[in-house]
């Protein structure tokens, strides 16, 4: 009957036979592995030793982007954040709040591709739930996803910085704030911009391998490089030298900061860390993310210093210097 209709009705929500036949030919078809399909109220998982644990909500507006959609954001958000405590993500809960009248393919389309990004990691879907709200209640689909990790590499924390620390980003900055705000302002540009949306366990996988010595690690989201530093300054009482001219940044990016009177150091990321390690394994770190995953862009952009505590301070291209403070007002609202 689910693949009859072109829409999800509320009888999809109510628990019923329509509800079972939307979640078995829609979500358990994608996300099939034997603890979500023993159907408990509650998943039975295996733990052992220090774990992580995180929750987000994913309200991107367009659901639909260059790069992405709502479902690999929420599959990739959530393994990231765990990923940035230097832990395994091993299972994951995700619940759909869908507005009556959603398109099924588009449902479809977006649940397939979660399924393919849980494949990047290793993750699984052990339990979920779906919820149908009347027209007009919801602006399409809301997704929520927790997530639970087995900690490999203990003691990674923003209070670990030390005055010396090289700071490393992992790629090119502010790609998934410009693209939303590309496809939400309708403008085309010549070479083609995405998201940076992606799954960052592989990569922080070969680091701990290599036996890098990790100090802290942040996935710069909402409020970009500039909320990832000034985090950290504060939790570790210590400053932060950046130099402007070593942040890459894509020129599609520079272009619409120009245009919008916006920088990309406030610009979200979906797919870029942060990593803090000791100056000395700096070069290390950046020849193994560079070969095993492909984070071409790596560079050092800055170090910690015992000066200006509390504080990141950006020297420009022209030498001048300059606070790098956290992003103020609303940038661009629902990038995630």
């Given at each position: 009957m689910t693949k009859s209709l072109k829409t999800v009705q509320l009888s999809h929500g109510g628990g019923g036979k329509e509800m079972d036949q939307l979640i078995k030919s829609v979500f358990f078809e994608a996300f099939n592995n034997p603890i979500l399909c023993s159907e408990e109220d509650a998943a039975k998982l295996h733990?052992?030793?220090?774990?992580a644990f995180t929750t987000d909500s994913f309200t991107v507006a367009p659901l639909f982007f260059a790069g992405g959609n709502i479902g690999k954001l929420a599959i990739a958000g959530t393994v990231n954040d765990l990923a940035m405590?230097?832990?395994?993500p091993e299972y994951l809960s995700c619940s759909f709040i869908i507005e009556e009248g959603f398109a099924i393919d588009d449902l479809v389309t977006i649940v397939n591709s979660m399924a393919a990004e849980l494949h990047q990691s290793g993750a699984r879907i052990v339990c979920g739930d779906t919820?149908?709200?009347?027209?007009g209640c919801a602006d399409g689909l809301f997704i929520n996803t927790t997530g639970i990790g087995r900690i490999i590499y203990p003691d990674v924390s923003a209070n670990n910085i030390v005055a010396g620390d090289a700071i490393i980003v992992s790629r090119d900055i502010g790609r998934h704030g410009a693209t939303i705000l590309m496809a939400r302002e309708?403008?085309?540009l010549e070479s083609e911009l995405t998201s940076d949306c992606a799954t960052l366990w592989p990569i922080v996988e070969q680091l701990i391998a290599a036996n890098i010595p990790i100090?802290?690690?942040r996935d710069a989201t909402r409020g970009g490089l500039s909320a990832v530093l000034n985090e950290?300054?504060?939790a570790s009482n210590i400053?932060?030298?950046?130099?402007?001219?070593?942040?890459?940044?894509a020129d599609e990016v520079?272009?619409?900061?120009?245009?919008?009177?916006?920088?990309?150091?406030?610009?979200?990321?979906?797919?870029?860390?942060?990593?803090a390690l000791p100056q000395a394994i700096a070069q290390g770190a950046i020849e193994v993310m560079q070969r095993y995953g492909h984070c071409q862009q790596a560079a050092i952009i800055g170090h910690a210093t015992s000066a200006h505590s509390g504080k990141v301070v950006l020297t420009t291209p022209w030498g001048s210097h300059r606070y790098l403070d956290l992003p103020q007002g609303e940038l661009l609202p629902r990038i995630c």
């Open positions: 733990l052992s030793g220090p774990v405590m230097a832990a395994q919820k149908v709200v009347p027209k309708g403008l085309a100090h802290a690690m950290w300054a504060k400053g932060i030298d950046v130099n402007e001219s070593a942040i890459p940044v520079k272009g619409l900061c120009e245009l919008f009177g916006f920088e990309p150091f406030d610009l979200a990321n979906e797919g870029t860390f942060i990593i």
